[in-house]
């Protein structure tokens, strides 16, 4: 069974920084695309980036381009996700998410349905 637990969420100011992390469990962690995506309160939930397998290729949504890193440790079976420049919109709820499948690359474009496992959700809070 697949578990996913993020952490780091909190209360920053803007301008500021945090960095999320998630732990996977239960599969092979290094075959599979990883995503993070948000989702405001009143609002849907928008992709913000996503990791191939090899940790080789990144995509980000416009929104966060130069501001936010994903990365991952697949030796330590986590992905992370630095924030920098935080700003008041950034504020949401933040899920980490593996691909259902390994090895695909649709996975990266952010499209969730490519997502079968999905974490509990991290809150982070931007002041301004």
């Known amino acids: 069974q697949v578990q996913l637990v993020e952490s780091g969420g909190g209360l920053v100011q803007a301008g500021g920084s945090l960095r999320l992390s998630c732990a996977a469990s239960g599969r092979a962690f290094s075959r599979y695309a990883m995503g993070w995506f948000r989702q405001a309160q009143g609002k849907e939930r928008e992709f913000v980036a996503a990791?191939?397998?090899?940790?080789?290729?990144?995509y980000y949504a416009d929104s966060v381009k130069g501001r936010f890193t994903i990365s991952r440790d697949n030796a330590k079976n986590t992905v992370y996700l630095q924030m920098n420049s935080l700003k008041p919109e950034d504020t949401a709820v933040y899920y980490c998410?593996?691909?259902?499948?390994?090895?695909?690359?649709?996975?990266?474009?952010?499209?969730?349905?490519?997502?079968?496992?999905w974490g509990q959700g991290t809150q982070v809070t931007v002041s301004s």
């Open positions: 990791i191939s397998w090899s940790g080789n290729n990144t």
């Open positions: 998410a593996e691909a259902g499948r390994p090895y695909t690359i649709a996975a990266l474009r952010g499209t969730a349905e490519e997502y079968a496992y």
